[in-house]
T-cell receptor
Framework: SQTIHQWPATLVQPVGSPLSLECTVEGTSNPNLYWYRQAAGRGLQLLFYSVGIGQISSEVPQNLSASRPQDRQFILSSKKLLLSDSGFYLC?????????FGQGTRLTVV | QKEVEQNSGPLSVPEGAIASLNCTYSDRGSQSFFWYRQYSGKSPELIMFIYSNGDKEDGRFTAQLNKASQYVSLLIRDSQPSDSATYLCAVQRPGSARQLTFGSGTQLTVLP
């Protein structure tokens, strides 16, 4: 069965520090992968998606970037975090029918 | 106009009642529609998806789709306190990347 791993679960980082969140998927090949962010009390905002290795599409201009170095690995990064980057970050992958989410990373920028 | 809009809530219903959650979308080309449940602090989990006009039932849950009106709803029969959560409507965009666009969610509270 397919599994999606996302870590860390929580993160507190100072303003101006770098960020790296990792997501890996097991049990499937060539998945479509997505990074979403959820601000407190809000819906999910799509940040990036990838349909293959090295293929990244950005949804909104921002302080973040994404990379897909391997088929089942998706990384969200920032060189310098802003206060506004705080939120709940979710990695997801699509089967032909459903979208499955990782457990999420709650990022607090202080 | 937002791509996906949900009634803002919060919505409170007594235990055993029917909870009705609504969602409208703006892109007529959308083909697939999803309802997710999200407990506080947790990631969303899929409840149902629907592709065709009409009703789709799964246990206590019924999804309804009306593409002409660009309207999707979720009915929860015999609501239980464990159904208390935020419900997110998601619409798949046309195209091969199959991105989902989410509404802002409706918070449901089922009162014992």
């Amino acid at each position: 069965s397919q599994t999606i791993h996302q870590w860390p679960a929580t993160l507190v980082q100072p303003v101006g520090s770098p960020l790296s969140l990792e997501c890996t998927v097991e049990g499937t090949s060539n998945p479509n992968l997505y990074w979403y962010r959820q601000a407190a009390g809000r819906g999910l905002q799509l940040l990036f998606y990838s349909v293959g290795i090295g293929q990244i599409s950005s949804e909104v201009p921002q302080n973040l970037s994404a990379s897909r170095p391997q088929d089942r690995q998706f990384i969200l990064s920032s060189k310098k975090l802003l206060l506004s980057d705080s939120g709940f970050y979710l990695c997801a992958w699509r089967s032909t029918v459903e979208a499955f989410f990782g457990q999420g990373t709650r990022l607090t920028v202080v | 106009q937002k791509e996906v809009e949900q009634n803002s809530g919060p919505l409170s219903v007594p235990e055993g009642a029917i909870a009705s959650l609504n969602c409208t979308y703006s892109d007529r080309g959308s083909q697939s529609f999803f309802w997710y449940r999200q407990y506080s602090g947790k990631s969303p989990e899929l409840i149902m998806f629907i592709y065709s006009n009409g009703d789709k039932e799964d246990g206590r849950f019924t999804a309804q789709l009306n593409k002409a009106s660009q309207y999707v709803s979720l009915l929860i029969r015999d609501s239980q306190p464990s159904d208390s959560a935020t419900y997110l409507c998601a619409v798949q965009r046309p195209g091969s990347a199959r991105q989902l666009t989410f509404g802002s969610g409706t918070q449901l509270t089922v009162l014992p």
